[in-house]
């Protein structure tokens, strides 16, 4: 059975930084995508960024030279670094694994992301 646990997420002052992690169990990623994507209450999920399996990196535009995506594919686990965080960053983040970024193969469970001001 393949879970995504996600973890690191809380409540932080805007400016300040979390990194989030998602670690795979049941199934290696390594050859895989793996995509961050977020949901603000009241608001549409939205994709984040995203890590190829040959780490090609991309993001959306609001939070491009300030997130991080990278990945362990030892630890079967992906990163969401997050500096300089804003409170429209605020959301619940879901880690995705495999698929396409339209219809992601696996979700985690979410964890919260809120940025007071």
């Known amino acids: 059975q393949v879970q995504l646990v996600e973890s690191g997420g809380g409540l932080v002052q805007a400016g300040g930084s979390l990194r989030l992690s998602c670690a795979a169990s049941?199934?290696?990623?390594?050859?895989?995508?793996m995509r961050w994507f977020r949901q603000a209450e009241g608001k549409e999920r939205e994709f984040v960024a995203a890590?190829?399996?040959?780490?090609?990196?991309s993001y959306l535009d609001s939070v491009k030279g300030r997130f991080t995506i990278s990945r362990d594919n030892g630890k079967n686990t992906v990163y969401l670094q997050m500096n300089g965080l804003k409170p429209e960053d605020t959301a619940v983040y879901y880690c995705?694994?495999?698929?396409?970024?339209?219809?992601?193969?696996?979700w985690g469970q979410g964890t919260q992301v809120t940025v007071s001001s």
């Open positions: 995705t694994a495999g698929g396409s970024i339209d219809m992601p193969a696996y």
């Open positions: 890590i190829s399996w040959n780490e090609i990196r």
């Open positions: 049941g199934r290696t990623f390594s050859g895989s995508a």
